[in-house]
C-alpha cells in the first residue's frame, strides 16, 4: 500500500467516523420522542381519554415530519450551494437543543394548553434539523469514497440511524424498571431528551474536524456552484427525483413503523408489557443494523437497483405473515415477526442509502435527494404511527397497517422496475468531468478518479 493511498484511506474513515456519531446523535435525539409516547399523552394530553391521547401525542409527533420538506428545501439549497459540511454542524446543533428544550418543558398541568403547543414547536425544530441529516450525511460520505466501496461505506453510515432506537429503547427499558412508574411519569421521562445537549456538543465538535467534500470544493473552485439548485433539480432532473421519493416511502414507512408506532401497538393495542415490547423492538433494530451494510456492500457487486427490488420485494411479501404473528402476543412469536421486518428493512436501507445520492449530479444532489427524500418521509413515515392506529380504529382489525404496507411496496416496486443502475456513477458533477474530458480548465486542480 502506497503512502498516498494509506493517507486517503485515513481521510475516507474519519469522515465516515465523524458523519456515522453525528447520524447517531441525529437520530438518538429523534427516536426518544415515540418511546415516550405513552408518558407523553399523559403528561401533555390530559384531557382525553387513552386512545384519544395517544392519536393526538402522535399528531404531534407527525408535525416533525411535516416540517421536513421545508427544512429539506431550504437546506437542501444551502447544502448545494454553501458546502456539506457547515450545513451538517449546523442542524446537530438545532436537533440538540429542541430535543433538550422537550425535556425541560412544563407540562399541561403546570402551564396549561401552552404545554402541546410548545411540543408542537420543538418538533418542527426537530424536523427541520432532521430533513438534512441523513441525505447531508449520505452526501459527505460518498462524495469522498472510491467507487468501488462507496455502497459499503454509506451503508456503515447509514445504519446508524437504526442503532439509536436501539439505545433509547434500551435507556427507556432501564428507567422503567429502575424507577416507580410514578417517579417515571413525573421526571424519568425526561432524561432521554436532556441527554440531547451533550451529545448535541461532541457530534458538532467532531464534525467541525473533518474536511469538505471534494465533489464540492471542485466546483467551488471552478466556479460551477448551482446558483438556484431548487429550480434546477425541478427543471431537470425530476424523474430522480421519482425514484428517491419511491425507494423512501418504502424504507420511512418500514422504518417508522418499527421506531415510532410497534412499541405504542404493542403495549397499548396488544396489551404486552413495556419490557417486552423494548426487548422485542431492540432486537429487530438491532437485524436491521447489522444488514444495512451488508444489503450495501452486495450492492456494490450486483447495483444498486437489483438489491432494491429484492428487499421491497420481501418486504411486501413478509408484511401480513408479521403482522398475525405478532397478533399471537407471546415475546418469542413479536421477535420473530419484528425480526423479518427489520431484516426486509435492511435489504432496503443498504442500496438505497448510496442510490439516494447517485440519482442526482453533485451541483444539485443535496437538494434533489433531499427533497424527493424528505417528502416521502413525511408522507409515509411521519403519518405511520397516526395511520396504523387510526387504521386499526376503523376497521377493528389489528392487521389492516400490513395491507397499508403491502401497497405502499407494491407500487414502489413498480416504479423502480424503470430506475437506471446508479452504482458506478461519478460523484463529481458532470460539468466538469465534461470540460476534463475536452482538456479544459488545465489548471484546475485534478480530482481523483475514485470519485
Same mark, same amino acid.
Given at each position: 500500500?502506497?503512502?498516498?493511498?494509506?493517507?486517503? =484511506?485515513?481521510?475516507?474513515?474519519?469522515?465516515?467516523?465523524?458523519?456515522?456519531?453525528?447520524?447517531?446523535?441525529?437520530?438518538?435525539?429523534?427516536?426518544?420522542?415515540?418511546?415516550?409516547?405513552?408518558?407523553?399523552?399523559? =403528561?401533555?394530553?390530559?384531557?382525553?381519554?387513552?386512545?384519544?391521547?395517544?392519536?393526538?401525542?402522535?399528531?404531534?409527533?407527525?408535525?416533525?415530519?411535516?416540517?421536513?420538506?421545508?427544512?429539506?428545501?431550504?437546506?437542501?439549497?444551502?447544502?448545494?450551494?454553501?458546502?456539506?459540511?457547515?450545513?451538517?454542524?449546523?442542524?446537530?446543533?438545532?436537533?440538540?437543543?429542541?430535543?433538550?428544550?422537550?425535556?425541560?418543558?412544563?407540562?399541561?398541568?403546570?402551564?396549561?394548553?401552552?404545554?402541546?403547543?410548545?411540543?408542537?414547536?420543538?418538533?418542527?425544530? =426537530?424536523?427541520?434539523?432532521?430533513?438534512?441529516?441523513?441525505?447531508?450525511?449520505?452526501?459527505?460520505?460518498?462524495?469522498?469514497?472510491?467507487?468501488?466501496?462507496?455502497?459499503?461505506?454509506?451503508?456503515?453510515?447509514?445504519?446508524?440511524?437504526?442503532?439509536?432506537?436501539?439505545?433509547?429503547?434500551?435507556?427507556?427499558?432501564?428507567?422503567?424498571?429502575?424507577?416507580?412508574?410514578?417517579?417515571?411519569?413525573?421526571?424519568?421521562?425526561?432524561?432521554?431528551?436532556?441527554?440531547?445537549?451533550? %451529545?448535541?456538543?461532541?457530534?458538532?465538535?467532531?464534525?467541525?474536524?473533518?474536511?469538505?467534500?471534494?465533489?464540492?470544493?471542485?466546483?467551488?473552485?471552478?466556479?460551477?456552484?448551482?446558483?438556484?439548485?431548487?429550480?434546477?433539480?425541478?427543471?431537470?432532473?425530476?424523474?430522480?427525483?421519482?425514484?428517491?421519493?419511491?425507494?423512501?416511502?418504502?424504507?420511512?414507512?418500514?422504518?417508522?413503523?418499527?421506531?415510532?408506532?410497534?412499541?405504542?401497538?404493542?403495549?397499548?393495542?396488544?396489551?404486552?408489557?413495556? =419490557?417486552?415490547?423494548?426487548?422485542?423492538?431492540?432486537?429487530?433494530?438491532?437485524?436491521?443494523?447489522?444488514?444495512?451494510?451488508?444489503?450495501?456492500?452486495?450492492?456494490?457487486?450486483?447495483?444498486?437497483?437489483?438489491?432494491?427490488?429484492?428487499?421491497?420485494?420481501?418486504?411486501?411479501?413478509?408484511?401480513?405473515?408479521?403482522?398475525?404473528?405478532?397478533?399471537?402476543?407471546?415475546?418469542?412469536?413479536?421477535?420473530?415477526?419484528?425480526?423479518?421486518?427489520?431484516?426486509?428493512?435492511?435489504?432496503?436501507?443498504?442500496?438505497?442509502?448510496?442510490?439516494?445520492?447517485?440519482?442526482?449530479?453533485?451541483?444539485?444532489?443535496?437538494?434533489?435527494?433531499?427533497?424527493?427524500?424528505? %417528502?416521502?418521509?413525511?408522507?409515509?413515515?411521519?403519518?405511520?404511527?397516526? %395511520?396504523?392506529?387510526?387504521?386499526?380504529?376503523?376497521?377493528?382489525?389489528?392487521?389492516?397497517?400490513?395491507?397499508?404496507?403491502?401497497?405502499?411496496?407494491?407500487?414502489?416496486?413498480?416504479?423502480?422496475?424503470?430506475?437506471?443502475?446508479?452504482?458506478?456513477?461519478?460523484?463529481?458533477?458532470?460539468?466538469?468531468?465534461?470540460?476534463?474530458?475536452?482538456?479544459?480548465?488545465?489548471?484546475?486542480?485534478?480530482?481523483?478518479?475514485?470519485?
Amino acid at each position: 500500500m502506497t503512502e498516498t493511498t494509506a493517507t486517503e =484511506q485515513r481521510r475516507v474513515r474519519k469522515v465516515m467516523s465523524a458523519s456515522a456519531i453525528g447520524h447517531f446523535v441525529e437520530w438518538f435525539d429523534f427516536a426518544v420522542y415515540a418511546y415516550a409516547a405513552p408518558v407523553i399523552a399523559m =403528561q401533555f394530553f390530559p384531557e382525553f381519554d387513552a386512545t384519544a391521547a395517544l392519536l393526538s401525542t402522535f399528531a404531534v409527533y407527525t408535525v416533525g415530519f411535516v416540517a421536513r420538506p421545508v427544512g429539506a428545501f431550504m437546506l437542501g439549497a444551502l447544502g448545494d450551494r454553501y458546502g456539506r459540511k457547515r450545513i451538517l454542524a449546523s442542524i446537530i446543533l438545532l436537533m440538540g437543543l429542541s430535543t433538550t428544550l422537550i425535556g425541560l418543558l412544563p407540562t399541561y398541568a403546570v402551564i396549561g394548553v401552552a404545554a402541546p403547543l410548545l411540543l408542537v414547536l420543538l418538533r418542527i425544530l =426537530q424536523g427541520l434539523s432532521a430533513a438534512g441529516e441523513t441525505i447531508g450525511s449520505n452526501s459527505f460520505v460518498a462524495e469522498h469514497s472510491p467507487i468501488a466501496t462507496r455502497g459499503r461505506n454509506v451503508g456503515i453510515v447509514y445504519t446508524a440511524s437504526n442503532l439509536p432506537p436501539v439505545l433509547a429503547a434500551l435507556l427507556v427499558l432501564g428507567l422503567t424498571t429502575a424507577l416507580s412508574p410514578d417517579s417515571y411519569e413525573a421526571w424519568g421521562w425526561r432524561i432521554p431528551f436532556l441527554l440531547g445537549a451533550p %451529545l448535541a456538543i461532541i457530534g458538532l465538535y467532531i464534525r467541525t474536524r473533518v474536511d469538505e467534500s471534494p465533489a464540492f470544493v471542485e466546483m467551488r473552485e471552478t466556479k460551477k456552484v448551482e446558483k438556484a439548485p431548487i429550480r434546477a433539480v425541478f427543471a431537470e432532473h425530476w424523474r430522480a427525483m421519482l425514484f428517491v421519493f419511491s425507494m423512501a416511502a418504502v424504507a420511512s414507512l418500514g422504518y417508522y413503523s418499527l421506531t415510532g408506532y410497534f412499541y405504542s401497538y404493542m403495549t397499548v393495542t396488544l396489551g404486552l408489557s413495556s =419490557q417486552h415490547a423494548l426487548i422485542s423492538n431492540s432486537i429487530a433494530l438491532l437485524i436491521t443494523f447489522v444488514t444495512v451494510p451488508i444489503a450495501a456492500m452486495v450492492s456494490d457487486r450486483i447495483g444498486r437497483k437489483r438489491m432494491l427490488l429484492i428487499g421491497i420485494a420481501f418486504s411486501a411479501v413478509i408484511a401480513l405473515p408479521a403482522y398475525l404473528l405478532v397478533g399471537v402476543g407471546t415475546l418469542g412469536a413479536v421477535i420473530i415477526a419484528q425480526a423479518l421486518l427489520g431484516f426486509g428493512l435492511g435489504l432496503v436501507f443498504g442500496p438505497a442509502g448510496p442510490a439516494y445520492v447517485e440519482m442526482f449530479p453533485a451541483r444539485v444532489r443535496y437538494t434533489g435527494a433531499s427533497i424527493s427524500y424528505n %417528502l416521502a418521509f413525511t408522507i409515509f413515515g411521519g403519518t405511520a404511527p397516526l %395511520l396504523a392506529t387510526a387504521l386499526i380504529t376503523w376497521t377493528g382489525s389489528t392487521i389492516a397497517p400490513a395491507w397499508y404496507i403491502v401497497a405502499v411496496t407494491v407500487l414502489a416496486f413498480a416504479v423502480l422496475l424503470r430506475m437506471p443502475e446508479t452504482r458506478s456513477r461519478s460523484m463529481r458533477d458532470e460539468a466538469i468531468v465534461a470540460a476534463a474530458a475536452k482538456g479544459e480548465h488545465s489548471n484546475e486542480p485534478s480530482q481523483p478518479e475514485r470519485l
